[in-house]
């Protein structure tokens, strides 16, 4: 992982965190801590993303997690959109990046651009 931590400001944490927690269930993150206004996402010993109500919401960001394989993209999609999250591209290859780019794009309820990814060819998903 590239970074430690990365943290970003919401503007309504209950909602946030119901949609963290279901969209990102499929990919085998969780609610690992959380305090008043604030929780951190991940796997224990990976990277992590702080979210609360303690900072001003930046403008839109994009922000990509890893899925292990194509089936946690899906899930993870169809999560999103049930914890309330906006289509913001089905999954699927995306030929423009390279072609085992497969993944799927939700927005969440502050207008960031949420991505789950799998960037190994499928005949190495067994």
């Known amino acids: 992982m590239l970074f430690d931590h990365l943290g ?6 209950e909602k ?12 085998g993150l ?3 801590s ?4 604030w929780a951190k996402v991940g ?18 960001i994009h922000i990509a997690f890893i899925a292990e394989n194509r089936e946690q993209v899906n899930a ?3 999560a999103a959109l049930g ?14 990046y390279h072609p085992n780019y497969y993944a799927a794009f939700v927005i969440d309820p502050d207008g960031h651009n949420i991505e789950a990814v799998c960037q190994r060819p499928e005949a190495t998903l067994e």
Do not use: C, M
């Open 8 to 13: 970003i400001g919401v503007d309504d944490f």
């Open 16 to 27: 946030s965190k119901a949609f963290y927690k279901q969209a990102l269930a499929p990919l």
């Open 30 to 32: 969780e609610i690992l």
């Open 34 to 37: 959380e305090g008043e206004n």
């Open 43 to 60: 796997k224990a010993g990976q990277g992590h993303l702080w979210f609360g109500t303690y900072r001003p919401k930046p403008a839109p």
């Open 76 to 78: 993870f999609y169809t």
């Open 83 to 96: 914890a309330g999250g906006k289509d913001n591209g089905a999954p699927g290859i995306r030929e423009q």
